[in-house]
């Protein structure tokens, strides 16, 4: 097992306590972030027997994608303890993974291996835009280092869930509907699922008067989503999501821009979660993803 960085590279005595001072949402949007990739390791056993008689599949999950997913959880999570000093991690990593584990079962798999590893590109997809977002947002030099490393890792396991993809379809001859129905649905799962959970469980930990009020507690969160929402650029994450359809530059402004819309409406949640005045438009296709 080699990793392409370790904490061994970054400076965390450098970074400043901000107890009170700091910018409160962004630092619980990276503890919430710390929390879903150390949870990464329910996700890879399950994948791991999924994909068991694919050798090459099966040890690169075990061998890089688990080791490095684990990675970025120690890093966020070690940031997060030099930021919120008072912050116990380690109790909040506990409640969160009690519910969530719950959502990491054999059967939340696709049932195909080219349909699982869409769903993967999906994944891989919105932790690249979360990360590329968190580093536009972020001013704390420790935090961009951190948060830049883990995009590049994001974007590059992208690349190998779709080259397995396409391996995949070469046997499987998907319709481009089915993978575009595929796509969509695993957006809007990603959306429903794991932010919200993770964040939940740090606004308990962090803000016990805040989190014990549903209402309160759903407030804190949307203002964050929508900090994300306004930094997000969707134009990237729209050409990574298009990618395994393989839409010709001839067919790509007929099928591929109303996809882009849908994608773009799908990452944004549900209206009342969007930013006022702020309307899905198709992303730009003027670079490569
Ligand atoms: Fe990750
Ligand atoms: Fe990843």
Redesign the pocket.
């Given at each position: 097992m080699s990793l392409p960085w370790t904490l061994d590279d970054l400076n965390f005595a450098a970074v400043p306590a901000a107890e009170g001072t700091a910018d409160e949402r962004l630092v619980g949007m990276i503890a919430a972030a710390s929390l879903v990739e150390s949870a990464?390791d329910l996700y890879t056993a399950n994948l791991v027997r999924y994909f068991a008689a694919d050798s090459e599949v099966e040890t690169w999950l075990r061998e890089h994608?688990e080791p490095?997913?684990l990675q970025?959880g120690r890093a966020l999570r070690t940031w997060v303890e030099y930021a919120w000093p008072g912050f116990d991690w380690d109790l909040t990593f506990k409640g969160f993974l009690a519910e969530y584990s719950l959502l990491c079962r054999m059967d939340a798999l696709r049932p195909t291996p080219a349909l699982e590893m869409v769903a993967r590109c999906v994944?891989?997809t919105g932790?690249?835009t979360l990360y590329q977002t968190l580093l536009d947002l972020a001013h704390e030099p420790v935090l961009r280092e951190i948060v830049r490393r883990i995009h590049d890792?994001?974007v590059?396991?992208?690349k190998y869930f779709l080259r397995f993809f396409r391996r995949y379809q070469n046997v499987e001859h998907l319709s481009r509907w089915s993978i575009a129905q595929a796509l969509l649905a695993r957006v809007r799962e990603v959306q429903s699922e794991d932010a919200d959970c993770a964040m939940r469980h740090v606004v308990r930990q962090r803000a016990p008067a805040i989190g014990a009020d549903p209402e309160h507690a759903d407030e804190w969160i949307l203002a964050a989503s929508r900090q994300l929402q306004q930094a997000c650029s969707y134009d990237q994450a729209a050409r990574m999501l298009l990618t395994p359809l393989g839409l010709s530059p001839r067919v790509r402004p007929w099928i591929g821009v109303p996809l882009a819309v849908g994608a773009r409406l799908v990452m944004q949640g549900p209206p009342w979660r969007r930013v006022p005045g702020d309307s899905p438009r198709a992303g730009r296709w003027g670079r490569a993803a």
């Open positions: 990464s994608w490095e997913e970025h994944i891989e932790t690249a890792d994001e590059r396991h992208f």
